[in-house]
C-alpha cells in the first residue's frame, strides 16, 4: 500500500467503534491506534526494537489511560527470545502454559 492508502485506511479504522487488524512487522512501524486493547503475536519479531514497535506503538500514555494487553502465542523453545527482549526493555512477561 502507498503512503496515502495507508493513511486513509487507518483514519478509516480510527473512526469505528470496534476494530480487528491484522499486520505483518512493516505495518508495525507508524501505526498510531491510542484506542487499541489487545495486540497479539503469533510469531516473536525477529529484535527487541521490532517487538517494542509491534507492541509499543498502540494503547500508550500520554494518548489513552486504557490498558493494552499484548499475548504473545510462542513454542517453549523460543522463551528464551522472550526473555532476551524483557532484559532488553525493562518489562516483565506473565507467562501461561497451555497443556494438550
Known amino acids: 500500500m502507498n503512503f496515502n492508502a495507508r493513511a486513509a485506511s487507518l483514519s478509516e479504522v480510527r473512526q469505528k467503534e470496534g476494530y480487528l487488524i491484522i499486520a505483518t512487522d512493516i ?3 507508524g501505526i ?3 484506542e487499541t486493547t489487545h495486540i497479539y503475536n503469533f510469531d516473536l519479531p525477529r529484535t527487541a526494537v521490532d517487538y517494542l514497535h509491534r507492541a509499543g506503538r498502540t494503547g500508550r500514555k500520554p494518548f489513552s489511560d486504557k490498558k493494552c494487553v499484548v499475548t504473545s502465542i510462542i513454542a517453549s523453545e523460543e522463551r528464551f527470545v522472550l526473555k532476551r527482549y524483557e532484559n532488553e526493555l525493562f ?3 506473565e507467562e ?3 497443556s494438550l
Open 27 to 29: 505495518a508495525a512501524r
Open 32 to 34: 498510531d491506534l491510542p
Open 91 to 93: 518489562f516483565a512477561c
Open 96 to 98: 501461561l502454559v497451555l
